[in-house]
């Protein structure tokens, strides 16, 4: 799990260097699907991140509009006060918690039971699913996206017993 949500994080600090060769007007263009634009995509990825955990740790949740943060430097700066918080929720993570219910009350008033383990996931899984949105509005402006690959990344140093 940090291992994925490292990934995440790395890959996440590449599309905002991404970024900065391309103009402003171009990272808010509305585009079709996903939240709307580069930038506010990347907006949704550190807020939506950032809220499950504050969920999680049963605090209250962020709900400012993308509007007050609708600049890379704005958004960066923003992601950055989030990862803190976020950092130190996953590498306090232990087998302990994959299975401890977190009860969501619906829109009707009916409650829902998650895994916190579940959600974690979910937080992963939203975050690259977002990246693969961007990829695709990365080439539609013609330019190469930041790749996805996990090879190379760093992420686990492989165990070479030498002999």
Known sequence: MKIMFRYNWQIREEWYRWCEQVPE?????????G?????????????????WIRILKGQPDFEEP???????????????????EVESFVNAWEESMETRPLYLTRPDGSVEI???????RHVIAHEIHH?????VWAR?????????????????????ARK
């Open 25 to 33: 007007e171009e990272l808010l263009r509305a585009r079709t699907g």
């Open 140 to 160: 539609e402006i013609g330019l190469a996206p930041v790749s996805a690959n996990a090879i190379r990344k760093g992420l686990i140093q492989p165990n070479i």
């Open 35 to 51: 939240v709307g634009s580069v930038l506010k995509t990347l907006f949704h990825i550190a807020d939506v991140e950032w809220s």
């Open 66 to 84: 993308f509007e007050s943060y609708a600049s890379l430097d704005k958004v960066r700066k923003l992601d950055a006060a989030f990862r803190a």
């Open 131 to 135: 990246i693969g949105q961007l990829s």
């Open 114 to 120: 998650e895994a916190w383990g579940t959600i974690m």
